[in-house]
């Protein structure tokens, strides 16, 4: 299990470039970089990735994009491929957040194009995975999560060295104030990385970091990030005011 941290600001559509501007300069004055210690990523929408990127230059602030076209290029109007995110910089993409599965019909067979274009452009997915609350209540946490994951990574070969961020997401608690249980994410990040260990061997599955998303905020991150097992967050909409967001970060230690 990693123990360096990855905590991820997911701006949703949120943040005109000049918001993430003042959002950034606001942010680091924080000083939540250490740099071998934790990781930190901000992931603002397309449009104002390039402020991030240009206000975030020479911080420990690493930069991630929301969502990629699977596509190195062509005939697709409004899309964003993997190979123009990583020029701008960004070292990782959510792929397959709920939001984008339920309210823009992404397919797992999309999930595991787009994870393929994401690795192939030198950068490290962050997988969304999660279950509806109907799947929880019927007991089935365990098989949806099994499934998004194997058809997510099916044929995806990692590269020497290469791992991947996988993120639990209970759609339940997604925007919605209601949590997981750290116990209760502790037990599906086990089924995670035992699946990570059965298609990519110990060595990687260790490596990779397995992060809660669903309502983190200021007052509970730290009992999610001091579980072991527990790798990072995924925090929505408590990323949004960047001091909520740098109390976040300092719990990860
Ligand atoms: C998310 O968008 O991934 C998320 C977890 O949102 P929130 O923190 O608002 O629940």
Same mark, same amino acid.
């Given at each position: ?83 123009? =995110? ?8 959510? %792929? #397959?957040?709920? @939001?984008?599965?339920? $309210?823009? &019909?992404? +397919? ?10 994401? =690795? ?8 969304? %995975? #999660?279950?509806? @609350?109907?799947?929880? $209540?019927? &007991?089935? +946490? ?10 997510? =990574? ?100």
């Amino acid at each position: 299990m990693t123990e360096r941290p990855l905590i991820v600001g997911n701006w949703k559509m949120h943040m005109t470039p000049s918001e993430a501007t003042e959002y950034v300069s606001r942010f680091l004055s924080h000083a939540v970089g250490h740099p071998g210690s934790r990781d930190i990523a901000l992931a603002p929408p397309f449009a104002s990735l390039h402020a991030a990127a240009a206000s975030l230059a020479g911080s420990e602030i690493l930069l991630a994009a929301q969502n990629t076209h699977w596509e190195e290029e062509g005939p697709f109007t409004g899309e964003v491929s993997s190979r123009m =995110l990583a020029e701008i910089g960004c070292r990782y993409v959510i %792929v #397959g957040h709920s @939001e984008r599965r339920g $309210l823009f &019909g992404e +397919t797992d067979r999309r999930v595991n194009q787009k994870v393929r274009a994401v =690795l192939l452009c030198g950068m490290t997915p962050i997988l969304c %995975v #999660g279950e509806q @609350e109907s799947d929880r $209540l019927a &007991g089935r +946490t365990r098989e949806v999560i099994d499934a998004q994951l194997k058809l997510a =990574l099916a044929n995806i070969r990692l590269d020497d060295g290469q791992s991947l961020a996988v993120a639990y997401e209970p759609v339940w608690a997604i925007g919605t104030g209601k949590n997981a249980l750290p116990s209760d994410a502790v037990e599906v990040h086990t089924i995670i990385r035992n699946e990570l260990r059965i298609a990519y061997g110990a060595r990687t599955a260790e490596a990779s970091r397995i992060l809660y998303g669903g309502s983190v905020t200021r007052s509970n991150a730290g009992s999610f990030l001091s579980v072991p097992g527990i790798d990072g967050v995924l925090v929505g909409g408590a990323s949004l005011d960047p001091d909520s967001f740098a109390a976040i970060c300092h719990a990860a230690f």
